[in-house]
């Protein structure tokens, strides 16, 4: 019994280190993000599977919050500074876009007062208002509204 006992309170401790582990890592919501549930459903309509993102509790309580994240510009456009851009975990080559990351890689950011960013292939550190966008598997899940760089 002593035994049972034991193994119990292991796995329960296990349980809350974990927890407590992913609930507090806010220096980096990339991590946060990447915890996103994937499933697949089946489209009627066109009679096509696709992947459906599924928003944990702890994704869901960043929703209207302030986040600050460091990454990098994906320009949506040709131009050298952009105030609407994707903003992506990983390196142009390495992004979302170019098939070599999960859709909780990238954001869709859009600049406070349309203030444009430059686009470097250096990481930058911006902070906004996170919000979700869609559930579409078609679109982009994550958004960043009121977007400001961080002067480091």
Known sequence: ?????????????LLF??????????????RTLG????E???DESDGVSQQQGRF????KALEGKEITMRGYVIPLSGKKAQSHFM?????????????KAGPESVIEVFTKGDKK?????ASITIKGIFYFTSQDPNDVMFTLKEAELVEE
């Open 1 to 13: 019994m002593k035994f049972k006992s034991i193994i119990c309170l292991f796995f329960l401790s």
């Open 17 to 30: 280190v974990t927890n407590g582990a992913v609930a507090q890592d806010t220096g980096n919501p990339w």
């Open 35 to 38: 915890l996103m549930k994937f």
């Open 40 to 42: 697949r459903q089946f």
């Open 56 to 59: 944990v509790p702890i994704i």
């Open 87 to 99: 903003f992506s975990a990983y390196p142009f080559s390495d992004c979302f876009f170019c098939g």
């Open 117 to 121: 960013i430059e686009f470097d292939d």
